[in-house]
């Protein structure tokens, strides 16, 4: 709930009754009492899609988003900003973030010069998403404004909204290039400001961030292959290299050897091979329905060489092409 807590106060500085409204879109008023408490993802879409209406605000979703920043993260925005550098705090935010937001996952791409923070809604059949992505965008604005420091600035912003009729807002809050109707939601700056360091860099406490946070992620009664599943999934859209996608470095992440690891996920019938195809297989299937990333971007994103790579593997999985699966998904739906 954390980056919804100002929505009350928005709504009545637009003029209308809060909790009636808030009401009336399928929510909990005193819901917003608590940071910690939850709300699923299709409520949330038809709230902010109601509340836009009530209160004749199209770009409801921006004002929401405009109002939080790393404050919205609890305390992974606090171990973020001890990080050493923009790039890590970062990587730390995508592997972490499912302890926040279990409906959606941040992406992080660099190509060339340019890198760019996005955010993809991976629960199906979520209403709002305009909303949705127009406050996720503003937020995540505004969270690398905050860990970069002063005169950091963006390079361009990529929304999934149609122009809208008054896009000053939009130009306000940004202050850079915007792109409408694009095909990811994201924020694009220099790729040499991943390697910025934060004003607040602090090695010992970010090493007792990282340990406070791994002990909420540690060992539950599951299987191991589930917590490999896990790490595999945050280091795939995290957007780690191949080297890091093999059997020796994951084994090493867990304290193990890796003819160990090997052992133990052989006695829970699979390979880590298996499991790495598998969350590729469920990451291209939830990219592929979610987004219009082109096949390019896809491929880079899970760790393929290339294209073809990537559609031997899919059609393997699938026993079609991804461009064909794509196809008949929205022909679905």
């Keep these: 709930m954390a980056p919804l807590l100002r929505l009350p106060s928005l709504l009545a500085a637009m003029g209308v009754d809060p909790d009636e409204v808030i009401r009336a879109g399928g929510a909990d008023p005193t819901a917003f009492d608590d940071p910690d408490k939850t709300l ?32 919205a993260l609890g305390g992974l925005g606090e171990i973020a900003q001890t990080a050493p550098d923009l790039g890590s705090a970062l990587r730390f935010f995508i592997l972490h973030l499912h302890l ?71 130009r306000d809050h940004f202050q850079t290039r915007l792109h409408f109707a694009a095909q990811y939601a994201a924020v694009g700056f220099r790729a040499e400001d991943l390697s910025r360091q934060l004003p607040g860099s602090d090695a010992r406490a970010y090493a007792d961030g990282l340990r406070e946070v791994e002990a909420l992620t540690a060992f539950r009664d599951v299987g191991l292959h589930e917590h490999i599943q896990q790490v595999l999934r945050r280091l795939l ?28 996920l052989h006695a829970e019938g699979t390979s880590f091979k298996v499991l790495l195809d598998e969350t590729r297989y469920r990451i291209a299937r939830q990219l592929l329905r979610d987004t219009q990333l082109p096949m390019q971007e896809l491929a880079i994103t899970l760790g393929y060489a290339d294209v073809t790579a990537f559609t031997r593997a899919f059609r393997r999985w699938s026993g079609a092409p991804p461009a064909a699966w794509r196809s008949s998904c929205r022909r679905d739906t």
């Design 100 to 170: 926040h937001d279990r409906g959606a996952v941040p992406l992080l791409w660099e190509r060339g010069d340019q890198a760019m923070l996005g955010y993809v809604i991976h629960w199906p059949d979520v209403p709002g998403t305009e909303q949705i992505y127009d406050g996720a965008v503003a937020i995540i604005h505004n969270i690398l404004k905050s860990l970069a420091g002063p005169g950091w600035q963006p390079s361009a912003v990529w929304l999934h909204r149609p122009p809208p009729a008054d896009k000053a807002p939009y």
């Design 237 to 264: 859209i995290a957007g780690a290299p191949a080297s890091e996608l093999r059997l020796e470095p994951v084994a090493a992440l867990f304290g193990l050897h890796s003819r160990t690891l090997n052992r133990r």
């Design 40 to 71: 699923p993802f299709p409520v949330l879409g038809r709230l902010l899609e109601h509340c836009a209406r009530a209160t004749g605000c199209p770009h409801l979703g921006l004002e929401l988003g405009r109002r939080s920043g790393l404050d």
